[in-house]
């Protein structure tokens, strides 16, 4: 573990940091909001850490809530997390072998992607995929768990606010992204087209709809990962 810290500054490690605690908060959001929407707790505090990836837990629990069936919802959420085999393509020198590959596999999502990606040297990539992995590890599975705990004792999750934490968490770590005209475009487009649909299908389609918007600001060459050892 020292030597993880060793090769991070101090401003690496405070930004993983912020992003594994943002991570917490927005479980005990998740956590709360699932467990008052009928799912039980032991299933979000299974789903946080077995499956690990928020984006795809969410989905899944707000397809079941609204009706659908779980076989849906597991499909759905298979597809969000088929966005993590082209990061793994990226990142497979900084995962590790053996035994670290198991591991490292399971604590490959975008936080930690994304910090690896954004480092110069093998060493420092490997130190912050690790070091906000691990984070993620602890943070994500506590938050949902508190927030399962707090949906058992809260009768209107939403007269805390708790249902629009994550919505509000999730805009504000993706609103320096959206100082890119190609990235703000992107957004737009999905989330127009995510909007449209909602009406008209069931839960969970109109989050994956919105993936189209990807192909009005990026080219293919754009989403095609690349890693610089």
Sequence with gaps: M???WSHLGRPTTRAIA???VADGLVGIS????AVHSGIQPWVVLALALLVLAGASEILFVGIVA?????LTAALAGLLVNARHLPFGLAIHEVVGTGWRRVLGTHLLNDESVVFALDQDTLERKRAAFWACGLG?????PAGAALGAFAGTVIEDT???GLDV????VLLALIFPALRERR???AALVGAVVAVAATPFLPAGIPVLLSLVGLLFGFGRKQLKPEVTA
């Design 2 to 4: 020292r030597s993880i």
């Design 18 to 20: 912020l992003v594994c």
């Design 30 to 33: 998740y956590g709360a909001v």
């Design 66 to 70: 609204a009706g659908g069936s779980p």
């Design 136 to 140: 993620i590890l602890l943070c994500w």
């Design 158 to 160: 939403d007269a805390f």
């Design 165 to 168: 934490m994550f919505p509000a």
């Design 183 to 185: 990235t703000r475009r």
